[in-house]
């Protein structure tokens, strides 16, 4: 099986870039994992954001593979634990499918591709940037496929 991230944003910062590798590469045996970057939709004085929302979405769409499973991160989204995520993991590789978890720029995703999602997955109630998103899920989809190998690595 294998994990496309959809990203909206670009540039990660060096800590993010370093941490994102460390992960990506330690999942590399269970889960191959590509970052796609989107670039952010154009904002700034006299622009309308609801069109750099509409481009960023449109952009994120057209790079979503056809048979995927699609994961929104979305603060309205489902709230899981390490654990529940463990089981969404097993649960999807069951199912056969690629997966695409879809990170959103700074006013969150348009509404066409909430309507994509087959489900919607909130990280808690904070709000995050999304270079930090792109860090914590990574690793969390560590920790849930750790969980499902049964390797030590989850201690709660």
Do not use: C
Not at 32 to 39: A, G, Y
Not at 68 to 84: C, T
């Amino acid at each position: 099986m294998r994990a496309r991230i959809l990203s909206v944003g670009e540039r990660m910062p060096a800590w993010v870039a370093g941490g994102y590798a460390e992960y990506e590469k330690r999942l590399s045996r269970d889960l191959k994992l590509e970052l796609v970057e989107i670039p952010l939709g154009n904002r700034g004085k006299g622009r309308d954001p609801a069109r750099a929302i509409a481009e960023e979405g449109a952009a994120v769409l057209a790079a979503i593979p056809r048979d995927a499973q699609v994961i929104a991160l979305d603060g309205r989204g489902q709230a899981w634990s390490s654990e529940d995520l463990a089981r969404q993991l097993a649960h999807w590789r069951m199912a056969g499918r690629d997966l695409v978890f879809l990170i959103g720029g700074p006013d969150g995703h348009a509404p066409e591709v909430l309507a994509r999602a087959d489900q919607r997955w909130s990280l808690g109630p904070l709000t995050l940037p999304h270079m930090l998103v792109r860090l914590v899920l990574v690793e969390q989809l560590y920790r849930a496929a750790t969980i499902v190998a049964g390797h030590p690595y989850h201690r709660a």
